[in-house]
């Protein structure tokens, strides 16, 4: 069974950087589609960004521009480089891969964005 680990929330001033990280365990993980998602305080989960197993990327309107997804295949790890945050990006991330009819979801970190 698929395992996933996030680190590298925080807290941060606006304007500021972070970087998380995912690391995942499990078997074929390097062929699947891998997503940041994020759930602020009373809303829904909300898609920020994907890359597949080629690295073509999607993001999100709302962070286009200051956010980067990458990901390493033989660490099997998938990063979130985050700049120029803002206090509307504060939420908890999670870390996802889909395989139909399975979804994997990590713990969570948590990112407040606040001066």
């Known amino acids: 069974q698929v395992q996933l680990v996030e680190s590298g929330g925080g807290l941060v001033q606006p304007g500021g950087s972070l970087r998380l990280s995912c690391v995942a365990s499990?078997?074929?993980?390097?062929?699947?589609?891998m997503a940041w998602y994020r759930q602020a305080p009373g809303q829904r989960r909300e898609l920020v960004a994907t890359i597949t197993s080629g690295g073509m990327t999607n993001y999100a309107d709302s962070v286009k521009g200051r956010f980067t997804i990458s990901r390493d295949n033989a660490k099997n790890t998938v990063y979130l480089q985050m700049n120029s945050l803002k206090s509307e990006d504060t939420a908890d991330y999670y870390c996802?891969?889909?395989?139909?009819?399975?979804?994997?979801w990590g713990q969570g970190t948590q990112v407040t964005v606040s001066s």
């Open positions: 499990g078997s074929g993980v390097s062929r699947d589609v």
């Open positions: 996802n891969i889909q395989r139909y009819p399975f979804n994997y």
